[in-house]
């Protein structure tokens, strides 16, 4: 059956399962590199399936104002306006209301917000959102929600909560009076919000379910909490959580945080930390975060930018040469780098999955967040 989560296998709460799509068998855990305009920046699809990927994440907001969601339906969806043939996840766009929300107003009915392309007003609705996610094609989409910062007001929470599931119903009554796109069925998620209160945490856990979605993701987090807050958070909703239902947490994180929240029962992730830092000349290895504009690694001629990683960057070119790239600001070093990262993360989780099916989980990942020290610091999204 398409949007299931077979479960083979857990190591306390870490889960090792496959999740069933219309475009491939996912194995769990998963971490989807984040391609916002439909392409993970500097790789192609082909690097993507090299390097073991089998979802992609794609971003509502920035697709709809950037071709628009009529262009890529006329394409024929997504997988043939991209030439990816595994799993797409689209975003609602919720966050991008959170982090624009100066140029964003939410009501009830919906979110108005300007363009940041050309300052044209756009709205979102619970059903324009799925209607556009829908014409986009993706395997899986996500319901409306309003991602409140950390630390507002508990009324200012409450509402947003009240709001986010209101809006869930609503997506769920347009998908359903939608159907099929593209000729294959959507799955639709939940999201639960909550900031830190357990209160509204266990509500959203509550009622979410009573409407019926295909899985349910964690949001709000990595919006300005700290670290343990963010783990007590997912803890404490996981176990809330329909057993049989993928869980997703969005936008988190590190490779500390994946790890950490794989053993507190989550199957899904995503973070623009991969590509972003090989933009900004870092690289992530199993000894921690490696700066390659370091001069240190001006004479690196006999090592790979991670000599742990199996990735074409890392056995076929040195730190010293992917460092020079980089300094010199040639498109290379960028790719070079960002397909060492993305490879790094798929091969952690990758990994991480052998060691719950093999139910040594617990104590590999306390080895290897020691050999990785403290650089891999909690992230918060922006």
């Not at 299931?4 to 475009?23: F, P, S, W």
């Not at 709205?123 to 910062?149: N, R, Y």
């Not at 997506?171 to 159907?179: H, I, K, M, S, V």
């Not at 997703?248 to 989550?266: A, K």
Request: aromatic share 8%; charged share 20%.
């Amino acid at each position: 059956m398409l949007f299931t989560l077979d479960t083979i296998a857990d190591d306390c709460r870490a889960r090792a399962g496959v999740l069933n799509t219309a475009h491939g068998n996912v194995k769990t855990p998963v971490f989807m590199p984040v391609g916002t305009q439909a392409t993970v920046k500097a790789l192609s699809p082909r690097d993507l399936m090299e390097c073991g990927s089998g979802m992609v994440l794609a971003n509502t907001y920035h697709l709809h104002l950037r071709p628009g969601e009529e262009l890529i339906r006329e394409a024929g969806g997504l997988h043939r306006f991209t030439g990816w043939s595994g799993a797409f996840l689209t975003d609602s766009g919720g966050f991008q209301v959170f982090s624009l929300r100066d140029i964003a107003k939410v009501t009830d009915d919906g979110v108005r917000f300007q363009s940041y392309l050309d300052g044209s007003q756009h709205f979102f609705s619970p059903e324009t959102v799925t209607k556009i996610q829908h014409a986009l094609g993706a395997d899986i989409i996500m319901v409306l929600d309003e991602c409140p910062p950390a630390g507002v007001a508990p009324d200012v929470l409450a509402a947003a909560v009240q709001r986010t599931l209101a809006w869930a119903r609503r997506c769920r009554e347009t998908a359903d009076a939608l159907g099929y796109c593209h000729g294959y069925p959507q799955a639709l998620f939940g999201i639960v919000q909550g900031g830190a209160s357990r209160e509204l945490r266990k509500r959203c856990c509550d009622e979410l379910p009573a409407v019926g979605f295909d899985g349910y993701a964690l949001g709000g987090l990595a919006v300005g909490e700290d670290r343990n807050t963010t783990y007590e958070i997912v803890e404490y909703s996981t176990a809330l959580l329909p057993e049989h239902k993928p869980r997703y947490l969005m936008g988190v994180g590190t490779p500390r945080d994946i790890l950490e929240c794989i053993q507190r029962g989550i199957d899904m992730f995503d973070c623009v930390l991969p590509t972003r830092n090989a933009r900004n000349g870092s690289a992530f290895t199993r000894q921690g975060k490696l700066n390659l504009r370091n001069a240190s690694h001006r004479r690196s001629f006999d090592r790979g930018v991670d000599t742990g990683c199996s990735c074409y960057a890392c056995t076929h070119f040195s730190r010293s040469y992917v460092r020079h790239l980089i300094q010199a600001g040639e498109i290379l070093g960028v790719h070079l780098l960002t397909l060492h990262n993305v490879s790094f993360y798929l091969q952690l989780v990758s990994e991480a999955r052998e060691q719950i099916l093999g139910r040594t989980f617990t104590a590999w990942k306390q080895a290897v967040l020691a050999e990785m020290g403290e650089e891999t610091q909690h992230y918060q999204r922006k």
